[in-house]
C-alpha cells in the first residue's frame, strides 16, 4: 500500500537499488578500470575498459526498453478509456493523440480527462508534461516501471 498520494511532484518512481546503488557502482568501476589502465598499458586492461563502459550502458538501455513498453501499454489503455469517456464527436480522433499526450492523459480524473483530451487535439498541450502539469484531481498510478 502506497505512503502517500501521488501528485505531478511525485510521481516519477525512484528504485533506490537501481538509482543509487547499481548505476554508481558500475560508473565507479569505469573509473577504477581507466586507472588500473593507465597503470596497466596491456590489450587486456583495454577490454577491461570496454566491458566496463558496456556494463554502465546496459541498465540506461535496458530501462529506456522497459519505459518503452509501459507507454506503449498506457497508449492502448488510454485509447481505450477515451473511446468509452469522451462525446461521439471526439472518439474518432483519440488516434491523432501522440503517446506523449496520452502518457500525460493517464494521470487526469475522469471528471477531466475529456477537457484536456479536447486541448490536445486543438494543439494547445503538446507534450505530456504539459498535460500532467494541467491535471487538478491526480489519478495515482502506482505500478509504472
Known sequence: MPESPQTYKS??????????????VLVLNVFVELLRLNKYRTPYHVWLVVFAIALVILPFT???MVTRVQDRVIRLEERARLGALLPPDMRGRVNELT???????????????TDLARRCLAGELTRGDQVKREVKTWRPDYLRA
Do not use: N, W
Not at 11 to 22: A, G, T
Not at 99 to 113: C, I, K, M, P, Y
Open 11 to 24: 510521481h516519477r518512481r525512484l528504485i533506490p537499488i537501481y538509482h543509487y546503488f547499481v548505476t554508481p
Open 62 to 64: 535496458v530501462r529506456s
Open 99 to 113: 503517446t506523449s499526450q496520452l502518457v500525460g492523459l493517464r494521470f487526469a480524473s475522469d471528471e477531466e480527462v
